[in-house]
């Protein structure tokens, strides 16, 4: 099992340049995440699927779209890149649904500057 | 907005002691995760603590959850310098703890030779 992919691992973008980030998982998971990390910080919720289908906003989502492509792909898609969006970006797939919780797995991270 | 707080922000210990870092939270919650982090890389799972439990244990890992002080423990014991890592922890909440968390900023842990 190669659990939670992601691609590219690093990108570089001009102001107003678009991109789609993307990720994978192989676990069968119900739910995936998308989170960014600023340095020295925790990871701020963009966008969520609860489910194939589904996708919900998260605490940070201006600037993000998301797509549910299916229920191994969930891809991340700045449609206008600000240097504000300068961060590393966390996929991650659980198996949690309805209101029962487990952990989240995470994938290897997409270092990304906007310039 | 950040809804656990770690403390301390830092931690520096030596090999073999033990280290206690504190989460605290806002609101009431229905689970609590701790995630350890290393340089550069994605967030490893290492406990879920449901609200109806007050301690949880997984080898050298000892988490407690007081939900009247809305506070958590994460204890590591016999530190090592593989235990170098940030530490995160992570609240859901109701009704839907079970598809958001909200992370806080993190504890640094190093561990000294």
């Known amino acids: 099992n190669a659990g939670v992919t992601q691609t590219p691992k690093f990108q570089v973008l001009k102001t107003g340049q678009s991109m789609t980030l993307q990720c994978a998982q192989d676990?069968?998971?119900?739910?995936m995440y998308w989170y960014r990390q600023d340095p020295g910080m925790g990871l701020r919720l963009i966008y969520y699927?609860?489910?194939?289908?589904?996708?919900d906003k998260g605490e940070v989502p201006n600037g993000y779209n998301v797509s549910r492509l299916n229920k191994r792909e969930f891809s991340l898609r700045l449609e206008s890149a600000a240097p504000s969006q300068t961060s590393v970006y966390f996929c991650?797939?659980?198996?949690?649904?309805?209101?029962?919780?487990?952990?989240?797995?995470f994938g290897p991270g997409t270092r990304l500057t906007v310039t | 907005s950040q809804q656990g707080e770690e403390d301390p922000q830092a931690l520096s210990i030596q090999e073999g002691e033990n280290a206690t870092m504190n989460c605290s939270y806002k609101t009431s919650i229905n689970n609590l995760q701790w995630y350890r982090q290393n340089s550069g890389r994605g967030l490893v799972h290492l406990i879920l603590i449901r609200s109806n439990e007050r301690e949880k244990h997984s080898g050298r890992l000892r988490v407690t959850l007081d939900t009247s002080k809305k506070s958590s423990s994460l204890l590591i014991t016999a530190s090592r310098a593989a235990d170098t890592a940030s530490y995160f922890c992570?609240?859901?909440?109701?009704?839907?703890?079970?598809?958001?968390?909200?992370f806080g900023q993190g504890t640094r842990l190093t561990i000294n030779p």
């Open positions: 992570a609240t859901g909440r109701p009704p839907q703890g079970a598809q958001k968390l909200v």
């Open positions: 699927s609860a489910s194939e289908g589904t996708t």
């Open positions: 991650a797939s659980s198996p949690s649904s309805g209101t029962l919780t487990y952990e989240q797995y």
């Open positions: 676990m069968n998971h119900n739910s």
